[in-house]
C-alpha cells in the first residue's frame, strides 16, 4: 500500500478576492470549478506546477485560518516575482529560519497562511 499526495480545501468567502489572490498575486491557474446551480457557494481547484489546492465557499469544508507549508525549488526566484506583482494587501518577506530553510509566507484574504518553503521534505 502507497499513500499518494494531499489536497487541502481552503475556506474562502468571496471570489473575487479569491481570484486576484491565488490566480492574479500568486499565479495559480483555475483547472475546474463547480456550483450545483447559480447563486449557490462556489468550489474550484487551482494549480501551479505540482502544487494543488481546492477553494471552497461551501460551509463546513474548511475553517479559515488554515496553515500549510509548499515546497518549492527557487524560493528567492518566487519571493521576487511575489514582490514585482504589487499585491495591495500583502507584502512578503523571505525569512531565513533558525533551522536553515528560507521561507515566505503569505495570508490569504480568508486567514489562511500558506508558507512557501525551501526545505526539503525527508
Request: aromatic letters at 8%; charged letters at 25%.
Given at each position: 500500500m502507497r499513500l499518494s499526495s494531499t489536497t487541502p480545501i481552503l475556506r474562502i468567502f468571496d471570489e473575487d478576492k479569491a481570484r486576484e489572490f491565488y490566480v492574479q498575486f500568486l499565479g495559480f491557474q483555475v483547472d475546474w470549478e463547480h456550483r450545483f446551480e447559480p447563486?449557490?457557494?462556489l468550489y474550484l481547484q487551482v494549480s501551479r506546477d505540482a502544487c494543488v489546492l481546492h477553494l471552497s465557499e461551501h460551509h463546513g469544508d474548511a475553517c479559515p485560518?488554515?496553515?500549510?507549508?509548499?515546497?518549492?525549488?527557487?524560493?528567492?526566484?518566487l519571493h521576487m516575482e511575489l514582490a514585482g506583482r504589487r499585491y495591495g494587501n500583502a507584502r512578503p518577506e523571505l525569512e531565513e529560519t533558525p533551522w536553515g530553510s528560507k521561507d515566505v509566507t503569505v495570508k490569504d484574504p480568508?486567514?489562511?497562511?500558506?508558507?512557501?518553503?525551501?526545505a526539503v521534505s525527508t
Open positions: 447563486g449557490l457557494p485560518g488554515a496553515a500549510m507549508r509548499i515546497e518549492t525549488s527557487d524560493i528567492e526566484a480568508f486567514g489562511n497562511r500558506l508558507t512557501f518553503t525551501d
